[in-house]
């Protein structure tokens, strides 16, 4: 049973940085596309980035493009959503999602459409970031 937990949330201030985590069980992180969404309060779920399965490739959506990092590290079968300058907006709740072999167009699908195409999706727990002024 994959499983997957997430971490790095918490308070921090407008402008500073923060490295969310994504940890796998159960399955290997390279063989799975990843995906960040969050949902603030009142909102929409949104998709904020994405890395294909076994490639470094990776997707942004405009509202983080140019301050948004993903990352994959296969040794600790994790992966990690760096976003720096946050601003009040980034507030919200951030989870991961898996999809076994997810690539382009699963990935397309996570920024552009906000959504996972996939029937077999595996999502973390979610870890709250609150941005204060």
């Known amino acids: 049973q994959v499983q997957l937990v997430n971490s790095g949330g918490g308070l921090v201030q407008a402008g500073d940085s923060l490295r969310l985590s994504c940890a796998i069980s159960g399955g290997i992180v390279d063989h799975y596309g990843i995906g960040w969404f969050r949902q603030a309060p009142g909102k929409e779920r949104e998709g904020v980035s994405c890395i294909w399965s076994g490639e470094d490739t990776t997707y942004y959506s405009d509202f983080v493009k140019g301050r948004a990092s993903v990352s994959r590290d296969s040794a600790k079968n994790t992966v990690y959503l760096q976003l720096n300058n946050v601003t009040l907006e980034d507030t919200a709740d951030y989870s991961c999602?898996?999809?076994?072999?997810?690539?382009?167009?699963?990935?397309?699908?996570?920024?552009?459409?906000?959504?996972?195409?996939?029937?077999?999706?595996?999502w973390g727990q979610g870890t709250q970031v609150t941005v204060s002024s």
């Open positions: 999602a898996a999809a076994l072999g997810g690539g382009p167009w699963w990935c397309s699908g996570v920024v552009e459409r906000s959504t996972s195409t996939s029937q077999n999706t595996y």
